[in-house]
């Protein structure tokens, strides 16, 4: 069997344009592979002490656009910088050596890469340990933003960073991640999220207008969706359905998007933009009558079987 790679970096961002303007919330649409294909990228298995609960899986559409904040040389030869580490880790090595894994940097996160499994010419570098490659990594965007409150929209195609709880309204040719800070906040790209006096406050509006105004529909499921999730209490009472990959926020900007809707955990949905995290690929599920349902996230199936897929679909199934 073709031993599959995963990759522990984030394409570059570019350029952003920016403008002091506010815009509508760019939509997001989470796409559904068939079958047939290759299992996405995914990360390594979690260690204990992680930054956020989770690590990264996402081999492009996310970066870092302040690379040229280089903090020199990192700790146990870690990079500085706020490029991603060309680096990936193989899904299923063939062999692992005796060792510590090492931290390596992916434009939006730390990871580790398990002793023996590392492919890329950055595997001779990284950090010895979390902590050493979050320091290396402190004045990055992704790590100012969360650092300072925000949240990190690693899934994102802005055209530049929120202000004042809203994206910007600029036109570019390539979208990247930005940071939210929240309602009434903005990103500064020296200190991170500040509380920002020059935002416009709106008049209080009630939460079935709210819901409506940024793109839910007030229906009577108990309590709001979380990630498109219903609440599962036996209720009637009305609350705002945002739909996939977004939660409610009462009384401030309704409707909007969260980093939990898209980071998925094993057993859980999967598909563009989401990625799977704990180790896990992201499976079609496949039979002799084709794909069934819907993609989910599973640890892959290793072993010598060349007629079965690392997610466990018979390759020679008609």
């Not at 002091?20 to 260690?47: D, E, K, N, Q, Y």
């Not at 105004?213 to 209490?233: L, P, Q």
Request: with cysteine.
């Amino acid at each position: 069997m073709d031993r599959a790679v995963m990759s522990g970096t984030m394409s570059g961002s570019g350029d952003r344009a920016r403008s002091a303007m506010f815009a509508v919330a760019i939509a997001l649409t989470i796409a559904v592979v068939g079958c047939g294909r290759t299992p996405g990228p995914v990360p390594p298995r979690p260690t204990d002490g992680a930054v956020d609960g989770s690590l990264d899986a996402s081999a492009d559409g996310a970066s870092d656009a302040s690379a040229d904040a280089d903090t020199g040389p990192g700790p146990d030869g870690g990079s500085g910088t706020c490029d991603p580490d060309a680096v990936a880790a193989t899904i299923c090595p063939d062999a692992v050596c005796d060792g510590l894994p090492r931290w390596f940097w992916s434009g939006d996160r730390c990871f580790s890469i398990e002793c023996g499994a590392c492919t890329g010419a950055g595997c001779g570098g990284g950090s010895g340990s979390e902590a050493e490659c979050a320091s290396a990594h402190v004045t990055c965007e992704a790590s100012l933003c969360r650092g300072t409150g925000g949240t990190y929209r690693w899934w994102a195609e802005d055209c530049g960073h929120w202000q004042c709880g809203r994206p910007m309204p600029a036109v570019c040719l390539v979208g990247g991640p930005s940071c939210d800070c929240g309602a009434f906040r903005s990103f500064d790209l020296a200190t991170g999220c500040f509380d920002d006096d020059s935002c416009p406050v709106p008049e209080p509006v009630p939460d079935d207008e709210l819901c409506r105004a940024s793109g839910g529909s007030w229906e009577t499921i108990c309590c709001h969706t979380d990630c498109g999730e219903v609440c599962a209490e036996p209720c009637v009472n009305p609350a705002c359905n945002c739909g996939p990959g977004k939660v409610f926020e009462a009384g401030a900007r309704g409707c909007v998007e969260a980093s939990r809707c898209f980071e998925r955990q094993p057993g859980q949905t999967c598909g563009e933009p989401a990625r799977c995290e704990a180790g896990t690929i992201c499976c079609d599920h496949c039979s002799g009558a084709g794909c069934f349902g819907v993609p989910t996230c599973d640890f892959p199936l290793c072993d010598d079987d060349d007629t079965v897929d690392m997610c466990g679909n018979d390759l020679d199934a008609p």
